[in-house]
């Protein structure tokens, strides 16, 4: 009989810690061992099928308070982090001690220089040493690496957008030129955290940017990309009166002589992958073509004077979160990369 891939999930009574719950539910490869809250707020047990409607019956273990004895004793074979960054980087280095692997949705382990962490992220980072194993799992971009790895540091869901989009055309950019990232993003990407900003009255009927210049995924992407902090890339976040998905609008300049063919070329990196789907130029994507699903669709139309705009969707909680991170689980432990996902 197959041994499962046994997983569990801190942060399960999160937003993208209960997508994980659907998709690892129906896994056919994978069975959930525990999932824990921060039981901050609630010290009982949640039960298994109230962490997400579309769980409806489904059967597997209550979310209790996370502890790291209760943890240990479920005996994962992998841990899913859908916690916040600080939480991430503290629990991450005892999981791998006790033997797990360790996927973490958060940002504790995607920049690859600590000294990063305090400017972007408030905090010294406890484990300076993992940052250097971590595997970055943009998974298209991903090779051998993921195989077998012992932590991976699923990417955020702006530059999940940003990166799919822009890096297979990097070679056709012409050089010096600005990028211009305009990502608009819906509400669950703030998480479930209560904040004013968030608030229905404030988001209604309303639509803003913030962050410019003090986002944490810019150096995440920046790095990515392979561009040093003052490269000429502005990312423009926005705040969408919906629940969920990323709409990214990106403006580049091409190297003299680029046409649609090229960009074309370009992006048939992504043929026969099942997550990313290209359309043909001139046909752009929309949120609704891909919130639900684990997939990014990517647009894009040539202007005059070498000029770009592309457009990538995906939805934040799953190919910016949750599916991106089984997708990754599915590498690392050599099932079918679609498994739970289609
Ligand atoms: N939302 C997105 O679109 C998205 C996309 C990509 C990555 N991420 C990242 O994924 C992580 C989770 O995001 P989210 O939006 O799902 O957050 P969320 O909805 O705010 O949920 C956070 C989860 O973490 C738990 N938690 C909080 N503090 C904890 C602690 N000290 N120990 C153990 N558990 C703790 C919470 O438990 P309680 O329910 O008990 O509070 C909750 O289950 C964050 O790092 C976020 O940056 C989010």
């Known amino acids: 009989m197959e041994r ?146 012992r932590l991976v540091a699923n990417p955020g869901c702006y530059p999940t957008s940003v990166l799919l989009a822009l ?14 990232c305009d990502s608009k993003s819906g509400v669950s990407g703030a998480g479930k955290k209560s904040d004013v900003a968030y608030s229905f009255s404030e988001l209604d009927g309303n639509f803003k940017a913030y962050g410019v210049g003090v986002h944490r995924h810019e150096p995440e992407m920046r790095q990515e990309l392979g561009l040093s ?10 705040l969408l009166p919906v629940v969920r998905g990323i709409l990214t609008t990106l403006h580049v300049t091409f190297r003299a002589g680029v046409g649609a ?14 997550f990313v789907r290209v359309r043909p130029a001139g046909e752009l994507p929309e949120l609704r073509d891909v919130v639900g699903t684990p997939r990014a669709d990517i647009g894009f139309a040539l202007l005059p004077g070498g000029r770009g705009v592309l457009v990538s969707v995906i939805d934040n909680l799953l190919k910016g979160a949750a599916s991106q991170a089984v997708q990754n689980m599915n590498r690392v432990f050599g099932h079918p990369e679609t498994e739970g996902l289609s």
Do not use: M
Not at 167 to 176: D, I, Q, S, T, V
Not at 229 to 238: D, G, I
């Open 167 to 180: 890096k297979p055309l990097l070679a056709l950019l012409a050089p010096g030129e600005a990028v211009v």
């Open 229 to 238: 902090h003052e490269a000429p890339f502005v990312f423009v976040p926005h």
């Open 4 to 149: 499962k891939t046994r997983a569990a999930i801190l942060g399960a009574t999160g937003y993208s810690g209960a997508e994980l719950c659907v998709l690892l539910a129906r896994h056919s490869h994978a069975e959930i061992v525990s999932v824990f809250s921060s039981g901050k707020k609630d010290v009982r047990p949640v039960p298994f099928a109230r962490l997400h409607p579309l769980l409806g019956r489904a059967a597997g273990p209550d979310a209790e308070p996370f502890s790291q004895g209760r943890l240990d004793a479920s005996r994962p074979d992998v841990v899913f982090l859908a916690t916040p960054n600080e939480t991430s980087a503290e629990v991450a280095p005892k999981i791998l001690d006790s033997g797990a692997k360790v996927i973490d949705i958060s940002g504790a382990f995607r920049l690859r220089d600590a000294a990063d962490y305090p400017k972007w992220y408030g905090f010294e980072h406890p484990a300076p040493g993992l940052l250097a194993e971590a595997v970055y799992g943009l998974t298209e971009w991903c090779g051998e690496e993921l195989a077998g790895a």
């Open 261 to 274: 063919a090229d960009v074309a070329a370009a992006f048939a990196r992504y043929d026969g992958q099942p």
